[in-house]
């Protein structure tokens, strides 16, 4: 121990005797040591750090999935089918379901809408979280007539002042009175998302969900989200094949409903990232491409300082000193020197952290979490070692075995690096090279993909669009008072100044919610099993004019599509195509399938126009066959607003919720937003990693850049006398120039084609963040390679012009 503490004695003195050196390589260090520990932090929080309840491990997400190799988008459980697994699993240590609730909060005389979720009552149990005081529900509460509400501490504080004597108290929510049992510790999240949840109610019968337009009692209706706790000594395996054969029973059961309808579990934590955990592990391993280059870069810069150390190496080896200890005391050198550098990358990364979570997308999971824990500063302080042996080793493995004889002689302190030095520095040179080019053509390749999946065709205009959701207590409103609110809010928002269209629609393009249905041909019925599936929405007269969606054949909805009137359907060009086959599908007929509790909303419908194609939850899908039904003759419950606007969108916003509130006090507007920043949530993540990666081959590039010229002019320098000799013969200004920018370039080109060998095998692992981009594109490649081609040229031609100035009678003078 007193050895190594005299080694780090020892190296810090010398360290900083060479200042010019130390800072340079101080300053490469941090950027790539403070890149990596900020993307760790990232990784570290979303996608390593258990969910921070009891025995992480052992909670799985349970849902449902069409078994022909189709994913059902967002929540997938009915709760009858929810039900039905809790009572049938043998495997699971409780099963608890929790639905998304926007509520509406009326206190002091107004309307405030807070997060809300209805779950079922085991689901603090299954978690192993208790109530910061009071309780949370009891198993005979759900689904119970009682209207009861477990609070979020944020909201206790915010709304009751932290009054303890909350419990047993009333409040409002949706024109009910809510018993609150209950509020939750601080830091309580569940379910894990951007927004904390507010309130949690419970499952009641006979009642809708709060704007979740769902009905506890219909099997095709499916808006829930499951969590499962699998029993200890119970694998994954075997809870899936038990979920296998409940859903087998359940589809022979319910054939109309569950028929191409299967269930299972994965971690709950790999279904919370989603896939956003293969994002963070490619922007990882960018990052750490980056501190390759930085380590590249170091050793360069240790082997032309063991150079210039050639005589005082030479001097200890002739007093005693053995190879191995001055290995020893080198490569303690080069980790005092890495620890350093990662102190100040440390220090970047917690001023750097804040800017990476502001290109975050805020509707990512766990975004709240990120930070630099223990467990970050454990990496930092690992990856400080490794790449202190890593840059160190091969520089002190060269300067252990000096020429004592050449060493030793009074040219000593002038002396040269050897060929397996000069080798060794072009190495890390092509290495560096090829390192860069494989970021540079991946941010290409990923740049070329968010540039065609910001430009996918919408098949809407997006331009002057604001959207807003509204609940409506179904306490004050029936179906028909739902309608009338409806169509007078819409008139009224029409003769608002600077609105030329406003209507309605549920679910709402690119919302992440969808609604599907069985459906026949009227003219080619076939067995309920045999029904096809297709997406739908309900919209309020105006829709497809507002959207601006194109009117293909027919007419769209008007005024004589209204409650008690002939049931109409629109299709879009993708069902017409699909199901009609090059007939004129107007006026042919189809039947909505549903419960019988819903029949008179699901009559078999005339179809009445045909309309162009959209993107319906993800820009990244193609349009699917869908069909829209009119707003007023299937009323479950207040739409999205849509208006579209002369001007600003932003302009009118006010002007809306006074309208809204005019109408009714007790009704709050809520996520408000353009189109365009619906738009920018869904592209969040490809936004996310490109500009992350570009910004890492941004880095790259600059020190690719300052390697390469670190070698070049070293070599220049090494190469003085030979110039001269050259010049003084007869050579050139330009063939001197040629000369050393031949050899520059030869390393950069050398360095590209392996890079590109490399890149495109790492491309084909990432395929799957590429949209209508091959992951061989050739245009990113070119011009990665033209990149890579200018930075060897630009760090070639300095030294270049440098050694063109030399005087061959001065050189020769001191040689």
């Known amino acids: 121990m007193e050895a190594f503490l005299a080694d780090v004695r020892y190296a810090v003195r010398g360290l900083l005797n060479a200042r010019g050196f130390t800072a340079v390589a101080l300053i490469t260090l941090a950027v790539g040591v403070g890149a990596n520990v900020a993307m760790f932090s990232v990784v570290n929080s979303v996608l390593l750090r258990p969910l921070p309840f009891r025995d ?64 079922s009552a085991s689901l603090f149990s299954l978690l192993g979280v208790h109530a910061a005081f009071g309780r949370t529900f009891l ?31 009333t409040v409002n929510l949706n024109g009910r009175a809510f018993t609150i049992v209950g509020v939750m510790p601080q830091g309580f999240q569940f379910p894990v998302r951007a927004e904390a949840t507010d309130v949690w109610l419970t499952f009641t019968p006979n009642e809708l969900l709060p704007t979740s337009h769902a009905n506890l009692q219909l099997r095709e209706d499916h808006f829930l989200d499951a969590i499962a706790r699998v029993k200890p000594g119970v694998t994954l395996e075997q809870v899936n094949a038990e979920l296998t054969s409940v859903g087998q029973a359940l589809a022979s059961e319910y054939p109309i409903t569950n028929n191409n309808t299967a269930i299972a579990a994965r971690p709950e934590l790999e279904y919370l990232v989603g896939d956003t955990r293969t994002s963070l592990l490619m922007l990882f391993a960018a990052v750490g491409l980056v501190l ?46 890495s620890m350093a550098g990662a102190a100040l990358g440390v220090v970047a990364a917690a001023g750097t952290l804040s800017g990476i979570l502001h290109l975050y997308p805020s509707n990512l999971p766990r975004v709240q979490e990120v930070g630099i824990d223990l467990r970050v500063l454990a990496f930092t302080i690992g990856v400080a070692s490794l ?30 690096a050897g060929p397996r030095q000069n080798r060794l520095r072009s190495a890390l040179v092509i290495a560096e090279t090829a390192l860069g080019l494989m970021l540079v053509a991946g941010a290409g390749l990923l740049v070329r993909s968010f540039q065609h999946l910001s430009r996918s065709d919408l098949g809407f205009n997006p331009g002057h669009l604001l959207t807003a959701n509204f609940n409506l207590s179904d306490t004050r409103y029936n179906a028909d008072q739902e309608d009338r609110f409806v169509s007078s809010l819409l008139d ?22 969808n609604f599907y249905a069985n459906f026949e041909l009227a003219e080619h019925p076939v067995p309920k099993q045999n029904q096809p599936l297709s997406g739908f929405y309900v919209v309020s007269p105006g829709f497809f004019e507002a959207m601006q969606i194109p009117l293909l054949n027919g007419r769209t909805f008007d005024e004589r599509d209204r409650r008690n009137s002939t049931p109409v359907v629109i299709v879009t060009r993708a069902f017409a195509e699909k199901y009609f086959h090059g007939e004129n599908p107007i006026g042919k007929r189809i039947t909505i399938e549903g419960s019988e509790a819903q029949r008179e909303n699901y009559r078999t419908r005339e179809i009445i126009g045909v309309v162009g194609d959209i993107r319906r939850s993800n820009l990244r899908l193609a349009p699917t066959p ?38 009714d006090p007790d009704i709050a507007l809520y996520d408000v937003r353009t189109m365009d920043d619906r738009m920018a949530l869904d592209l969040g993540l490809a936004r996310f990693q490109t500009v ?44 001197v120039l040629r000369l050393v920018i031949a050899r520059g370039m030869m390393l950069t080109l050398t360095g590209i084609g392996i890079g590109i060998i490399a890149a495109l095998e790492m491309a084909r692992l990432a395929e799957s963040l590429l949209y209508e981009v ?27 012009l440098r050694a063109t100035r030399v005087d061959p009678l001065v050189v020769l003078r001191y040689h």
């Open 492 to 513: 009224r928002l029409k003769a608002l100044p600077g609105v030329s269209g406003a209507t309605g629609a549920l679910p709402l393009p690119l919302y992440n919610d």
């Open 387 to 416: 790449t202190g042996i890593l840059f160190g080793l091969a520089p002190a493995l060269h300067a252990a075995r000096p020429n004592l004889a050449e060493a030793m002689k009074e040219g000593g302190r002038t002396s040269t």
């Open 292 to 337: 390759l280059i930085a380590s590249a870069n170091v050793a360069n810069l240790l082997l032309a300082r063991s150079t210039g150390r050639t005589r005082e190496m030479a001097l200890r080896v002739a007093i005693g000193a053995s190879p191995s200890r001055i290995i020893r005391q080198l490569v303690t050198e080069s980790i005092v020197l």
């Open 139 to 169: 198993d005979d509460e759900e689904r119970s007539n009682q209207h009861l509400a477990v609070v979020g501490d944020s909201f206790w504080r915010s709304h009751f002042n932290s009054d303890r004597g909350v419990i047993g108290s």
């Open 692 to 735: 992350l990666l570009g910004l890492f081959a941004g880095i790259a590039l600059l020190l690719t850049t300052v390697g390469l010229y670190g070698v070049m002019a070293y070599t220049v320098g090494q190469r003085i006398h030979e110039i001269g000799v050259r010049q003084a013969l007869g050579a050139t200004k330009s063939h």
């Open 626 to 663: 869908a069909y829209y039904v009119p707003l007023p003759q299937l009323m479950w419950g207040p739409p999205t607003l849509v208006i579209r606007t002369a001007a600003d969108p932003a302009n009118v916003t006010e002007e809306i919720r006074k309208t809204v509130a005019a109408m």
């Open 56 to 119: 992480p491990q052992r909670l799985v997400a349970l849902s449902e999935f069409d078994p022909r190799g189709k994913a059902f988008p967002g929540p997938t459980l009915s709760y009858p089918d929810f039900l039905d697994i809790r009572a049938h699993n043998k495997n699971l240590d409780g099963v608890a379901a929790y639905g998304h609730s926007d509520v509406t909060l009326a206190s002091g005389g107004q309307a405030v809408h807070i997060q809300g979720e209805t779950v």
């Open 774 to 800: 091959p992951s061989h594109d050739p245009v990113s490649y070119l011009i990665a390679s033209a990149a890579l081609a200018a930075v060897g040229l630009l760090a070639s031609y300095i030294p270049a």
